[in-house]
């Protein structure tokens, strides 16, 4: 599928890096707030440094996705979104910015760094 998409973020891989960066956003565990950032550089690859990038990455790729292997990566997806929302915080001005409207991801509060 990765092969096939006319998408630009979907290439060969990327479906495995935007799930390590989703994971490795949201690792270690704990309560403490997490805040996104921007990715300082806009190719394909480094975009992936915006968690709420590899978020995006992963919805495209479950659209396209045959039935049963999008059933499975939706299951992988479901956790780490309840980890995602649990960790970070609400945007109360998302509205304001130019968000997209149908991300949720994308409505959270960010920071200059990751911080944790």
């Known amino acids: 599928m990765?092969?096939?998409?006319?998408?630009?973020?979907?290439?060969p891989g990327a479906t495995a890096r935007a799930l390590r960066r989703f994971q490795a956003f949201l690792y270690p565990p704990g309560r403490r707030p997490l805040y996104p950032q921007d990715a300082h550089c806009s190719c394909r690859v480094c975009s992936f440094d915006d968690v709420r990038h590899a978020r995006d990455v992963l919805e495209e790729v479950l659209q396209e996705l045959p039935f049963r292997a999008r059933a499975e990566l939706k299951h992988r997806v479901a956790h780490l979104d309840a980890a995602y929302l649990d960790r970070t915080l609400p945007d109360p001005f998302a509205?304001?910015?130019?968000?997209?409207?149908?991300?949720?991801?994308?409505?959270r509060l960010t920071a200059d760094g990751e911080a944790r």
């Open 95 to 107: 509205e304001r910015r130019q968000c997209r409207a149908d991300t949720w991801w994308h409505h």
């Open 2 to 11: 990765e092969s096939l998409s006319g998408d630009y973020d979907v290439f």
